[in-house]
């Protein structure tokens, strides 16, 4: 199984990325989606999350209302739209298959990374 993550790169504060990962391999479709963002000297933390239907989503605080989290199953991938960002957005994120609620990851994904200019 592997989770292959894109779309990361330099912005300036206030624009919009959009990440993407796919997933290949033994299907991990029944598997909730999350991703999650770690800065340097800061833990791993989750930012959003999708439950395996699309009907379900979780946000941090810090993000809500600027990013969003959708799945196209069809094509195994789960998309996050980042709009509005910010300097503190700044972090390499991972996409993992998790387990709604709990966000335990069961596979992640490599990192890709987001740097927000000032």
């Known amino acids: 199984v592997q989770l292959q993550a894109s779309g990361g790169g330099l912005v300036q504060a206030g624009g919009s990325l959009r990440l993407s990962c796919a997933a290949s391999?033994?299907?991990?479709?029944?598997?909730?989606r999350g991703w999650f963002r770690q800065a340097p000297g800061k833990e791993r933390d989750l930012v959003a999350a999708i439950n395996w239907r699309g009907s379900s989503t979780y946000y941090a605080d810090s993000v809500k209302g600027r990013f969003t989290i959708s799945r196209d199953s069809a094509e195994n991938t789960v998309y996050l739209q980042m709009n509005s960002l910010k300097p503190e957005d700044t972090a390499v994120y991972y996409c993992?298959?998790?387990?709604?609620?709990?966000?335990?990851?069961?596979?992640w994904g490599q990192g890709t990374l987001v740097t927000v200019s000032s």
């Open positions: 993992a298959a998790i387990m709604w609620g709990s966000w335990s990851p069961r596979s």
């Open positions: 391999g033994r299907t991990l479709s029944s598997y909730a």
